[in-house]
Structure formats: structure tokens, C-alpha cells
């Protein structure tokens, strides 16, 4: 069992931002910049690692969801866009990162991540769902 499909259990907190029946999106713990959320399918196991080996069903239904939860992404932080990336080496789920961006340089994976307080993480998670409300 992956560490994304234990977040989406419940077995391991996150800072959830939205859920739906087959998806959920929570912050990066390590994020490169606030707002920085991921948005994983809920798989049956084996849980797939590639977003291609996704059938077109679980694809569309991933990225309908990614997109309704970056615009609350973009409500909320006042970003001038989202970043999409889909990397896939950290962890063997298939997983979306959604960056809120004001230039390019927000979105490299190079630069050093930041550490928020728990209490920060919350609140941002919660204004991203609030946003996500009101659309």
C-alpha cells in the first residue's frame, strides 16, 4: 500500500483541501510555495504509479477534479496561474502536483522547499476548500 493511498484511508494525516468518490487532493508537506497541493486517485490496489496507465475514465476523472481544485487554488492564493506537473518519481501513486504561480521559477523542483508551521498548512488548506465552495 503506497503512502497516498494511507493519506486518502486516513491511516496518515493530511491537510485535505477537497475529496470527491474518486479523487482527493491534500497540501505537499514540502511544498514550493504556499498552496503547493497534490491530487491523487483512489485506486484499488494495485495502486497504479504511471498517470498513463490510468484508464481514460480515471484520467478524465482526475483532471476534471484537479481543475475544479485549481481554481480554488488560484481564488484563494491570488496567484497569476496554476502549474500542472506530473513527475511521478517520489511516490509509486499516480499523483497531480497544482502550483500556484506568480513566475516560472515558482514551479522548479530544484529549488528549496518550505517548511510551514502546521497551524499555517491548515489554514491555508481551508481557504483553498473555501474558495472551491463558492465556485
Same mark, same amino acid.
Given at each position: %500500500? ?25 497540501? #505537499?508537506?514540502?511544498?514550493?510555495? /504556499?498552496?503547493?497541493? !497534490?491530487?491523487?486517485? @483512489? !485506486?484499488?490496489?494495485?495502486?497504479? #504509479? ?5 484508464? #481514460? ?5 482526475? %483532471? ?17 496561474? *496554476? ?5 511521478? %518519481? ?8 497544482? *502550483?500556484?504561480?506568480?513566475?516560472? @521559477? #515558482? ?11 502546521? &497551524? &499555517? %498548512? ?11 465552495? /463558492? @465556485?
Amino acid at each position: %500500500m503506497t503512502l497516498f493511498t494511507r493519506i486518502i484511508k486516513g491511516e496518515i494525516p493530511s491537510y485535505k483541501v477537497a475529496e470527491d468518490d474518486k479523487n482527493y487532493a491534500f497540501l #505537499d508537506i514540502n511544498p514550493l510555495v /504556499k498552496g503547493h497541493t !497534490l491530487v491523487v486517485p @483512489k !485506486l484499488a490496489e494495485p495502486e497504479a #504509479d504511471y498517470i498513463f496507465d490510468l484508464t #481514460d475514465e480515471q484520467l478524465k476523472s482526475l %483532471m476534471t477534479f484537479a481543475k475544479k481544485v485549481a481554481k480554488g487554488i488560484k481564488a484563494a492564493t491570488g496567484c497569476k496561474r *496554476v502549474g500542472v506537473a506530473v513527475l511521478g %518519481m517520489e511516490v509509486n501513486h499516480v499523483h497531480v502536483h497544482l *502550483v500556484p504561480l506568480n513566475n516560472e @521559477k #515558482d514551479m522548479l523542483f530544484s529549488n528549496p522547499k518550505l517548511s510551514l508551521p502546521a &497551524e &499555517e %498548512m491548515a489554514i491555508i488548506a481551508n481557504s483553498i476548500a473555501e474558495a472551491m465552495d /463558492k @465556485k
